[in-house]
């Protein structure tokens, strides 16, 4: 079935996320982790625009963009041909990534692609799909891309894709350190499994007082209550990464944590102008490749272009 005309274009804009909290329970019989993960997306973002073209094919520009898989493999791609096998339509589109997010870095920047090529398919394919059953799809192609989807503030129960919409209260200020390389989100949890391995794990549960810093918008109370329980395994695998938390809270910074599986380190600053010092502290330490200065909440994946 053909559900687009010839020169239509849809562009989406889909934001970066930090992990403010992510704990994380012992393996599942299905390999997977019960996760209590308190999202927060960010303003840094990737593009995606969607047209019609012979056939599905998928191209990137920007930061890394030499590390994104341009086949099937990738999750705008899988995005777009569940959406179109659901509704019977021939995928045929060209789907181009205009990358922001750093790559491999953390911050979901493939799932972000996955939940902007499913809305910008959707627009493009005149679906009018429900929020609902986007998220549906979402959740099938991977934990982290329902968030993408939502943005804002959620809590991640499940492996991460059963969200609750969290409150946030004002802007909070962030600096993202980018390592070199990137660091493979399942070799990390297997570190963390490894590490964990013959002790008890927690139940994950989300932190009160890390929720309440979230909704009164107190940064110095949401630095006191920053956790990750992926980061003495990312630490492990890149230790490295110790310089750079180090110099990010030398610099200033309220507090720092490797964000998700890392390798990017994130710094929470109590305004802009310190979040500008710490980059540029960060940048003369010598501990990481760029930094990067944004903002949170952040919305979620949105349309900002319809052309045809």
């Known amino acids: 079935m053909e559900r687009a005309r010839a020169g239509v274009r849809v562009r989406v ?28 997306a960010v303003g840094i973002h990737d593009e995606i625009t969607v047209t019609p073209a012979d056939e599905l094919r ?56 996955g939940a902007g090529a499913l809305l910008a398919c959707d627009t493009l394919w005149s679906l009018g799909s429900s929020q609902d059953e986007l998220l549906a799809i979402c959740a099938e192609l991977g934990s982290d891309v329902p968030f993408s989807l939502i943005g804002g503030a959620a809590l991640g129960t499940g492996r991460g894709e059963q969200l609750t919409p969290l409150e946030v209260g004002g802007a909070f200020h962030w600096v993202f350190a980018v390592a070199d390389g990137g660091l493979s989100t399942p070799t990390v949890f297997r570190e963390f499994d490894r590490q964990t391995e013959g002790t008890p794990v927690p139940a994950p549960s989300a932190d009160p007082a890390l929720l309440d810093a979230l909704r009164t918008g107190d940064a110095t109370a949401l630095a006191g209550a920053l956790s990750n329980d992926l980061q003495p395994a990312a630490l492990t695998l890149r230790p490295s990464l110790a310089d750079t938390l180090t110099a990010g809270t030398t610099a200033g910074a309220l507090a720092s944590l490797v964000s998700g599986s890392g390798p990017t380190t994130a710094f929470l600053t109590k305004d802009p102008d310190a979040a500008a010092d710490v980059a540029r502290s960060l940048l003369a330490s010598g501990t ?9 909440p952040a919305r979620g994946a949105t349309v900002v272009g319809v052309v045809g």
Request: some cysteine.
């Open 58 to 113: 998928i191209t990137c520009t920007g930061p890394d963009a030499a590390q994104v898989p341009l086949d099937h493999t990738n999750l705008a791609a899988r995005a777009a041909l569940a959406l179109a096998e659901r509704h019977g339509i021939d995928p045929r589109v060209h789907i181009h990534i205009a990358k922001d997010i750093p790559v491999a870095g953390g911050m979901a920047g493939g799932s972000a692609d």
């Open 13 to 40: 804009r889909v934001p970066a996320k930090v992990n403010v909290q992510l704990a994380v329970g012992a393996a599942r019989p299905d390999g997977f982790h019960d996760l209590a993960n308190v999202f927060l």
């Open 288 to 296: 990481c490749r760029t930094t990067r200065v944004a903002t949170s």
